[in-house]
């Protein structure tokens, strides 16, 4: 039986460890850039010397390695050599449309998995920074269905950090050949705390304020959400042009129908490919940009009171089927946070099911 | 007798309409069909034909992008199909364009629109090859 499960344990441990490991590196990044974790361990310096007394060794030269790891710099160094040895392997997969927030017509291939995290960082003004952490499991179900489930948790400077809850996506293509604009239906089940800060899309009267309220408080307050989307997308020479269109409602409180857009326009960086392998090839790369923001409510349906990102976005895919993608979202009003930093690292695994089935 | 909530019958609409591709799945015409029938498939012309790095780019973009459901060697893996069959063998280079830009998502092909046409000629190139 060992032998039965070692090879495929093995090869799940080679294709998981590459994306942990990317992952962890862009969190440290953030954590040291947010200044929750220390770049350089701090040496206690030497107590001074009294009549009799030996001077004690500094901290640090006999620190378990576990503690040295905590070190920034240290832990940076580490995942650094591993990613650079795992960027040498060969490019298996192209890239797709690099979008953060906007929802093209591309769903999962069928029998596909992919991970992914998605991160987003703010420092709002009047309050504390922020990093959510958005878990992504999206699944291949038919050809024209995908299936996905999220877990969100956060972490506030001087607040500590919050599990804030999952939501459940589906995508249909309801048209099953390729047209100049082609339809897809989003509907999503949410239901996450007060406390949550993915901002997965901005709708109705969404602005940076939302962000300011403790998390002691708001991780007491739950929200049930049921959200659409139309989604329209357009492949044309290689560039890509996609619109959503947001309607959100909160079912648990009386609250009134929300709405919000996304639009992105993206495209690889090389149409034709490279007749060999290589890792920093240009049609290795996607560019783009996006723009989002809400649209008020059924009541004050309109852009007074609402906020508005632009977001040019940059995704590399790096060897074994892992897409790195990164987006600063620049707020365009005085609703919207300055800044929103958000970047994903997702991995995908070919013929998952298939693979579960036995058959492999 | 209650009222649905609002939001419930939008719901259960979208639900109704994302059953579209489940019902339309039942017409039974092949890619092949599909493509000879678009009047654009049939004047396409392959630009690459003949190129040796369009052929070795393809083929780098078949091993990317096809070899997990079709196998390395073009034999088909579990129930994809064999890209060695006669029906592909016989298809011209502008109705397999075709295919790679619509796929066959009732039979669980993709659509590769996303890919550029320039790729996707790349991928042609390389499949007109292995006959």
Redesign the interface.
């Known amino acids: 039986m060992l032998d039965t499960l070692s090879a495929p344990l093995i090869k799940a441990v080679l294709w998981i460890a590459p994306f942990l490991v990317t992952s962890v590196y862009i969190t440290d990044i953030t954590r040291i850039t947010m200044g929750h974790m220390p770049f350089r361990r701090a040496r206690l310096s030497p107590p001074r010397l009294g009549a009799g007394k030996a001077s004690e060794p500094s901290a640090g030269a006999d620190d378990p390695l576990f503690m040295q790891l905590t070190n920034g710099f240290s832990r940076l160094c580490m995942l650094t050599a591993c990613l650079l040895a795992w960027m040498c392997l060969p490019?298996?997969?192209?890239a797709?449309?690099p979008y953060l927030v906007t929802y093209?017509h591309?769903?999962e291939?069928?029998g596909n998995l992919e991970i992914a995290t998605h991160q987003v960082a703010g420092s709002p003004k009047g309050g504390n920074s922020f990093l959510n952490t958005l878990m992504e499991i999206e699944y291949g179900v038919?050809?024209?269905?995908t299936t996905e489930l999220y877990l969100s948790g956060q972490g506030t400077r001087h607040e500590g950090a919050v599990f804030t809850g999952y939501r459940i996506e589906?995508r249909?293509?309801?048209?099953?050949?390729?047209h100049w604009i082609n339809p897809v239906?989003y509907?999503e089940w949410v239901d996450v705390n007060g406390a949550d800060k993915s901002l997965r899309e901005v709708v109705g009267h969404d602005t940076f304020e939302d962000q300011l309220e403790p998390n002691s408080e708001t991780r007491h307050e739950r929200k049930r959400e049921?959200e659409?989307k139309l989604i329209l997308s357009s492949?044309f020479?290689?560039w890509?042009v996609s619109e959503n269109f947001i309607?959100e409602?909160i079912?648990n409180h009386a609250e009134p129908?929300e709405f919000g857009y996304a639009i992105g326009v993206s495209?690889?960086l090389a149409?034709?490919?490279?007749?060999?392998?290589c890792n920093f090839c240009a049609?290795n790369f996607h560019a783009g940009v996006e723009v989002y923001g809400g649209l008020g409510t059924r009541h004050e349906f309109g852009l007074r009171g609402t906020s508005h990102y632009l977001a040019p976005i940059i995704a590399w895919t790096l060897p074994n089927n892992t897409t790195l993608e990164f987006s600063p979202g620049f707020g365009l009003n005085q609703n919207s946070h300055g800044v929103l930093w958000r970047f994903t690292v997702a991995r995908e695994f070919?013929?998952f099911g298939?693979w579960l089935r036995g058959?492999r | 007798m209650k009222r649905l909530?609002?939001?419930l019958a939008?719901?259960c609409a979208?639900?109704g309409?994302?059953l579209?591709?489940a019902l339309?799945?039942r017409k039974h015409l092949t890619w092949l069909e599909?493509a000879n029938a678009d009047p654009t498939a049939a004047r396409l012309t392959n630009p690459y034909a003949g190129q040796?790095?369009?052929?070795?780019?393809?083929e780098?973009?078949y091993?990317?992008?096809c070899s997990?459901?079709h196998g390395t060697d073009l034999a088909g893996?579990?129930r994809n199909p064999s890209l060695r069959s006669p029906t592909v063998r016989s298809a011209s280079p502008g109705a397999l364009f075709w295919l790679l830009?619509?796929?066959?998502?009732?039979?669980?092909?993709?659509?590769w629109?996303?890919?550029?046409?320039?790729?996707r000629w790349?991928l042609v190139t390389w499949l007109k090859t292995m006959e």
């Open positions: 490019v298996l997969r192209g797709e449309a093209g591309r769903l291939e069928p038919k050809s024209w269905w589906n249909f293509r309801p048209l099953l050949r390729e239906l509907i049921v659409g492949n020479k290689g890509n309607a409602k079912v129908w495209r690889p149409m034709k490919a490279k007749p060999y392998r049609e070919n013929q298939r058959m | 909530p609002a939001w939008a719901a979208c639900l309409l994302c579209c591709p339309a799945s599909r040796e790095d369009a052929v070795k780019a393809g780098k973009l091993q990317r992008y997990s459901c893996v579990d830009r619509n796929g066959s998502l009732e039979r669980g092909m993709p659509a629109s996303y890919l550029p046409p320039q790729q790349q």
